[in-house]
């Protein structure tokens, strides 16, 4: 703005007709600033960029559109192009950088049918569960972590972290998530445990352990990301925001990380646009009360 510049002017014997003439600027509209320097919207943005430094200071990994969803906790409503808007005039940046994960390896072939199709959606929990392997290296060496995801609610239900990417490993976290999800009260009988062609999903102590538990396996075409893409999202999520934001020196440091993101970061601190704004386990809690009654 430029009429604090007029107003300095005039302190300095310049007369306001001279300097809003030099200037292009209007006269009443300057006397009416004068009155009252600080507009509504002007104070009303100010308190928005307050809010929303306030939950990047809280977390710096959240961008524009989890910030707006925090400063909405503080009584600070505003859109996510209003706030995308006021981060980048502020520099409040998210302090993830996105990097691209891939795999070289030829898949093998299946030993399940593919009863997921890609719809990566269910009306209950403990319906349809999706799992995938990642690894990601340290001093020690490379650590491995399998995870399944539940894509009612899109909680990880289990997992397992090893330094070797064994089929025990994928075995470990489907037997985490029973034993889990049965200590909360649910029944797992029936539940399609989906995967890509990966040898420890494909091998026999799998397929038993499957069997045993009463849940069905399902895998994916040869080539074809999208047959699992609600699991490599989440990867995709752990690497940006865990993973590559600095070297790990030791396998246990980095399992440590792994399991405090997922317990408190991502299952009840970080809502998700496609569970109306509620996080995992607030929306599995909604879930679970609703059908209560009905059961």
Known sequence: ????????????????????????LARQPYYRWCEDPVTDAE??????????RDAHRDDPTFGYRFLAHE??????????????????????????????????????????????????TANAPNRVWL??????????????CCAIKDV????????????????????DALDNAV?????????????????????????????????RHG?????????????????ESFWSLLQTIVLNQRRWATRQELRLAIVVWIERKYHRQRPQDSLGGLTPVEYENKITAIKAPAA
């Open 131 to 144: 799992t995938d392997i990642t690894e990601h290296p340290t001093s020690e060496g490379k650590l491995y």
């Open 71 to 120: 400063a909405l906790k503080s009584g600070w409503r505003m859109s996510r192009r209003t706030a995308w808007s006021l981060c980048s005039a502020s520099g409040i940046l998210s302090a993830v950088q996105r990097r691209r994960r891939g795999k070289g390896k030829k898949a093998g072939p299946p030993v399940f049918d593919d009863h997921v199709q890609r719809i990566f």
């Open 179 to 211: 034993v889990r999800r049965r200590l909360e009260g649910h029944d797992v009988a029936g539940c399609i445990l989906h995967a890509d062609r990966g040898s420890q999903f494909r091998s026999r102590k799998m397929a038993h352990a499957l069997n």
């Open 43 to 52: 104070w009303t943005q100010a308190h928005r960029i307050n809010a929303l």
């Open 215 to 231: 849940t069905v396996g399902s895998m994916g075409r040869v080539g074809a990301a999208g047959d699992n893409a609600a699991m």
């Open 1 to 24: 703005m430029m009429y604090p510049l007029v107003r300095e002017l005039a302190g300095d014997g310049v007369p306001v007709a001279v300097a809003c003439r030099v200037l292009k």
């Open 152 to 171: 009612c609610g899109n909680r990880i239900v289990g997992y397992s972290i090893s330094d070797r990417m064994t089929a025990q490993l994928a075995v």
